[in-house]
């Protein structure tokens, strides 16, 4: 009985975990090929103060990224307490 109950609540984990891989996943597919077209725009913007305005964007979606990224570390270590 023990056993079914460990191994019902392993497989369960099993799929919560692959969810959220997949999720991840698609996430970081569309964040790869947004910065790869705000490259490309930076790359063919005509003026510098456009290729600066661009720059200050993707820094701030680098900085956004990574205060999210901490904030969600922190939610996991929470849960793990």
């Avoid at 725009?41 to 964007?57: G, P």
């Amino acid at each position: 009985m023990g056993i079914s109950n460990f191994l019902r609540n392993l497989k369960k984990s099993i799929r919560e975990r692959n969810a959220l891989v997949r999720e991840y996943m698609t996430v970081k597919k569309q964040y790869d090929h947004m910065m790869r077209d705000l490259e490309g725009k930076i790359k063919n913007a005509e003026t510098d103060e456009e290729k600066e305005r661009l720059k200050e964007f993707k820094q701030q979606i680098i900085d956004e990224g990574k205060r999210v990224r901490a904030e969600e570390e922190k939610k996991i270590r929470n849960q793990q307490k």
